[in-house]
């Protein structure tokens, strides 16, 4: 028998109204549309999607940093939209958060030491001794870090503080939100390097959100594809072919650092569709080069295969 | 053919800092030069002192010339200057919100630049904003002519922003990063644009990018900077089948690709020195798996390799 999954999202919605005033009907946006998703202890879940895709709306649904619209989060056995906030606070030990940008994810007041303190602080817990020196260690900073502040640190270190930070209170599971977005490409893999020894160390689960496809395909067990608000496809493994045409279009968007498979791009044409007002078909229709009558009109569900669902009436 | 910018040994300081040493490049009408490089390597720094830009952000050249077609821009006075950029020599900067004026419509704010370095009328720099703004395939490009920068996507803001560049017929595009703050399907829009532009005009791009994966898409030849010198400069094909230097190596071996095991990712350790903190001997070796007491102590000289040149200690050992 499987073991139940740590995180389960059932349809999972956020709609935001902007813009309302006198004589001015408010309007609505979809930023997440209906998303479930189980993810197993011990497993990378990867969200893949460009910007305005709701994969950041996501990430911050899931640890309750939102409230959504309808739709629930449980962890474990624990309903984590319907905790009432002490309740909530107790639960955020066993979750936490590394933001995309760390130079402003770190107050530039406090020195390392404090930054690592603060968890325990929010949580009213006593900072065992040593537990600063140890919390560093772990991310790979020498211990005489403790009293710098955030400016005299690269951004990978900084990024590293911030990994450090999510660990303090020894989480199950943290959201990566782009944690190396903001970094260069030799840092980033010291990054990803770190995660990935992180996760064998301590036996973590991360749902990592990113706009590289690349990137995801290399880091995580499984990938999630969004496109405005909405996930078109669930990859089962990095190498999984991909069938809905949007995933196609990710992945030939993206150039290989190999002179010998340069190639024609076929770019997608089109614009993204404003996410206040969706298409009533499939919101890809507009850009889709197989899209018929009945994808402009007809919204496409996600089906399929269950271990590789895909929302598309003429997948690959 | 003679080279349309070239860079002769140009060293740059910005106050008491040294953040370029002999820095030699060469470009040629309807070619592309990728200049790549982890930040704080000097790319954008080059990119400034190629287009005389250094005194904006207090810099200055201490050594070295920088030619446009032939000219020493040090010997050109200011107006000479100004008359090569935006006329001669276009810019596409890395943040298509923050290029454009929030407050001017799209359409003049092209039409200025034509108006300005072709002398053009009202209407025939309108016309011709037209025209361009229909090459780099915008619908209906009077509507966006009438439109204000925030009603436009980041992709289409940067095909604006390169329209302003095209708008003085410019020989040189320099485009610093044109496509990190854009999302990839729309980046693959914008590179396709900036290659076909230097095929069908024979104009000379220099990008700086920090994407290898672009470099190879459009590249002709690359130039690797490493803390602000020259680590090694050779034709595309050469520096992804058999790059000379480790640091270029480095770089390369930091991009995901489709089937790598997980694990197989490497990281280059450490981070580019700040220019007060350089290392003495070759600036790479804190973090080179290679280095020995020779690079610790001794500047590698920049010697030729196959087509190119590089500038390690350890070439004769790794190359083929």
Request: charged letters at 20%; glycine letters at 8%; aromatic letters at 4%.
């Amino acid at each position: 028998m499987t073991p139940p999954p740590l995180i389960r999202i059932e349809a999972l919605t956020r709609r935001f109204e902007t813009g309302g005033g006198f004589l001015k009907r408010p309007r609505t946006m979809m930023a997440v549309q209906d998303v479930s998703l189980s993810i197993a202890r011990g497993e990378v879940v990867g969200v893949v999607g460009e910007s305005g895709c709701g994969k950041s709306t996501l990430a911050r649904l899931v640890l309750r940093l939102l409230e959504p619209t309808s739709g629930r989060v449980l962890l474990g056995d624990s309903e984590l939209t319907a905790l009432p906030p002490a309740a909530l606070r107790a639960a955020r030990k066993r979750m936490a958060m590394v933001f995309q940008d760390p130079y402003s994810s770190l107050d530039p007041r406090y020195s390392l030491a404090e930054v690592l303190a603060e968890p325990f602080v929010v949580q009213r817990r006593a900072l065992p001794s040593g537990a600063v020196a140890a919390m560093l260690a772990a991310v790979g900073l020498p211990e005489t870090l403790a009293t710098s502040h955030p400016h005299q640190l690269s951004g990978g270190q900084r990024q590293r503080v911030g990994i450090a930070r999510a660990l303090a209170l020894e989480p199950e599971f943290l959201v990566l939100d782009e944690p190396t977005a903001s970094l260069d490409v030799s840092i980033q893999a010291q990054i990803i390097d770190l995660l990935a020894d992180l996760r064998d160390r301590l036996g973590l689960t991360y749902l990592f959100i990113s706009h590289d496809l690349g990137l995801v395909r290399y880091f995580c067990d499984r990938i999630v594809v969004m496109y405005l608000g909405a996930v078109v496809e669930v990859l089962p493994h990095a190498d999984a072919a991909p069938r809905h045409p949007y995933t196609r279009a990710l992945i030939d968007s993206g150039f290989a650092p190999d002179p010998a498979r340069r190639r024609t791009i076929a770019p997608l044409t089109g614009e993204i569709p404003s996410p206040f007002a969706l298409p009533p078909g499939c919101a890809f229709a507009g850009r889709c080069p197989r899209a018929t009558d009945r994808c402009r009109t007809d919204r496409p569900a996600l089906g399929g295969d269950a271990a590789h669902p895909v929302a598309c009436f003429h997948p690959h | 053919m003679s080279a349309l910018l070239e860079l002769s040994e140009v060293s740059v300081s910005i106050g008491r800092a040294a953040l370029l040493e002999r820095i030699s490049l060469r470009l040629e009408p309807g070619h592309i030069l990728g200049l790549v490089g982890e930040s704080g390597s000097g790319k954008s720094l080059t990119a400034m002192a190629a287009m005389g830009l250094l005194p904006l952000i207090g810099g200055r050249v201490t050594g070295g010339t920088v030619r446009f077609d032939g000219q020493d821009i040090a010997a050109m006075t200011d107006g000479q200057r100004r008359a090569l950029r935006g006329r001669r020599i276009g810019f596409v900067t890395q943040n298509p919100m923050t290029a454009l004026d929030p407050v001017q419509r799209i359409g003049a704010q092209i039409d200025v630049v034509s108006r300005l370095h072709l002398g053009l009328s009202r209407q025939a720099a309108r016309a011709r904003t037209l025209d361009l703004l229909t090459q780099l395939r915008i619908p209906e490009a009077a509507a966006v002519a009438e439109a204000w920068p925030h009603q436009l996507s980041g992709g289409m803001k940067q095909r604006i922003v390169i329209a302003m560049a095209l708008a003085g017929d410019p020989d040189l595009i320099v485009a610093d990063e044109p496509t990190t703050a854009l999302d990839v399907t729309v980046q693959a829009q914008i590179i396709q644009i900036l290659g076909a532009l230097v095929r069908e005009r024979g104009l000379a791009l220099l990008l700086i990018t920090h994407d290898m994966g672009v470099v190879a898409q459009i590249c002709d030849r690359v130039a690797v900077l490493y803390a602000g010198r020259l680590a090694e400069e050779n034709a595309v094909d050469p520096i992804f089948a058999a790059p000379a230097h480790p640091y270029t190596r480095a770089l390369i071996g930091c991009i995901p690709q489709e089937g790598m095991a997980r694990g197989s990712l490497h990281g280059i350790p450490g981070a580019v020195p700040g220019a007060l903190q350089f290392p003495p001997g070759c600036r790479f070796h804190p973090r080179c798996p290679q280095a020995s007491a020779l690079c610790r102590a001794t500047v590698p000289p920049l010697t030729p390799h196959g087509a190119g040149i590089a500038a390690c200690h350890h070439l004769s050992v790794e190359a083929r």
